[in-house]
Structures are given as structure tokens and as C-alpha cells.
């Protein structure tokens, strides 16, 4: 039974571009949650989406949008990127009322 | 603000001794709390969950004590091995469609 999976592993973009990364939770979930990790600190929380809506929201700002398929599969898009965006996404999944599985994330490096 | 703080400065401990470590919070109301094993260039792992009605919970060598009158969780690890080296994270959740918290984290290495 496979686990999260996240694709890329690494990505490397520059200022202003944009970016997505994909995910696809652990057979069963049908929640998917996203986090970006900077070095030294702990998970922050983007958004979660369920049944193909987005239905949480941390503090990130409209250039961090997503998407969920009716696969439960999901896309994390970033546009006009900074170099604070530099930091590993993770992907994590779950179903209701359950703890989440994550993924081991793609490592974004902006120049 | 919410808060959550854990032990900032790494832990060093001999093996086979006790591991502590600590999660404190303000400013919130947990339904909830988690935590996650993290090793490096890896995602977290899920370890124990607690609720705001239990005190304690077990599973195998970890324990975890969850305190909602000091606002404080303690995580332990008995005979500690170098194998437990990793960073911890303890996470907060609401409850149902509320979004989970993480702390900064704890690193700990277990030295032989």
C-alpha cells in the first residue's frame, strides 16, 4: 500500500516564475493538506482540501492556490515566487478525525 | 497569538536513559495533540495522539502526558537508543475541520 507521494523531489526556480507540485495521498484518504517547511522550523500549515474544495486556510497569501481532482490527488501552485519561498512543501493526507500521513516533500529552491 | 513551544535547544542524552521532552502552548484550545518523528530530508511520521480528555497514552516505549490546566505535553522515550535520534514535533489540532499546528520542534540525539 503506497503512501503519500509528492512530485518533484527537488525544484529549482527562479524570482517570479511559478511553480506546481502534485501529490497523491495514501489510498483510503480523501483529505489532503499542504505545509511548507523551512529549515530549523516547524510544519506551517497552507490549506486543506476536501472533496474538491478548499475548506481551511493558514496565513499565505493568494500567489499559493491548489487544487484537488476527484482522485484525491492534489496540485500546490505558487506564482511569482520569491526567494522566501524557498523550503520543503509537504504534502499530507488523511481521512476525518484520523492523524495525518505526510509525504517526504518537494524541496523548492529559489534564486 | 497561538503559541507553541518546544524545547529549543537540542537534547543530548546517553542511551539507555529517558528522553523528556516538553510542548507548551497559549492562546488555544486543543482538542487534540499529536506527535511526529522527523528525520532529515523526510517527511514527519505520525507517532501518538492524545485527547483533551486523556492524561496519559502509551505505546510501546513512548509515553505522552497531556496537561490542559498548564497547557503542557510531555513526551517520553525509555531506554532511549541511537536509533531514536531525530527531531520531534508536537502539533495541535481543533478538531474536525480545523487546521493542525506544529511546534518548531526538538532535536534530540541519543549518544551510545
Known amino acids: 500500500d503506497a503512501g503519500v507521494t509528492q512530485s518533484p523531489t527537488h525544484l529549482i526556480k527562479t524570482r517570479g516564475q511559478q511553480v506546481t507540485l502534485r501529490c497523491s495521498p495514501k489510498?483510503?484518504?480523501?483529505?489532503v493538506s499542504w505545509y511548507q517547511q523551512a529549515l530549523g522550523q516547524g510544519p506551517q500549515f497552507i490549506f486543506q482540501?476536501?472533496?474538491?474544495?478548499?475548506?481551511q486556510r493558514g496565513n499565505f497569501p493568494d500567489r499559493f492556490s491548489g487544487h484537488q481532482f476527484p482522485n484525491y490527488s492534489s496540485e500546490l501552485n505558487v506564482n511569482a515566487l520569491l526567494l522566501g519561498d524557498s523550503a520543503l512543501y509537504l504534502c499530507a493526507s488523511s481521512l476525518m478525525g484520523t492523524a495525518a500521513h505526510f509525504g517526504d516533500g518537494t524541496r523548492l529552491s529559489i534564486l | 497569538s497561538q503559541k507553541i513551544e518546544q524545547n529549543s535547544e537540542a537534547l543530548n542524552i546517553q542511551e539507555g536513559k529517558t528522553a523528556t521532552l516538553t510542548c507548551n502552548y497559549t492562546?488555544?484550545?486543543?482538542?487534540?495533540l499529536q506527535w511526529y518523528r522527523q528525520d532529515p530530508g523526510r517527511g514527519p511520521v505520525f507517532l501518538l495522539l492524545i485527547r483533551e480528555n486523556e492524561k496519559e497514552k502509551r505505546k510501546e516505549r513512548l509515553k505522552v502526558t497531556f496537561d490542559t490546566t498548564l497547557k503542557q505535553s510531555l513526551f517520553h522515550i525509555t531506554a532511549s537508543q541511537p536509533a531514536d535520534s531525530a527531531t520531534y514535533l508536537c502539533a495541535l489540532d481543533r478538531g474536525g475541520y480545523q487546521k493542525v499546528t506544529f511546534g518548531t520542534g526538538t532535536k534530540l540525539q541519543v549518544i551510545p
Open positions: 489510498s483510503g484518504h480523501d483529505t
Open positions: 482540501y476536501y472533496e474538491e474544495e478548499e475548506r
Open positions: 492562546n488555544y484550545s486543543p482538542a487534540y
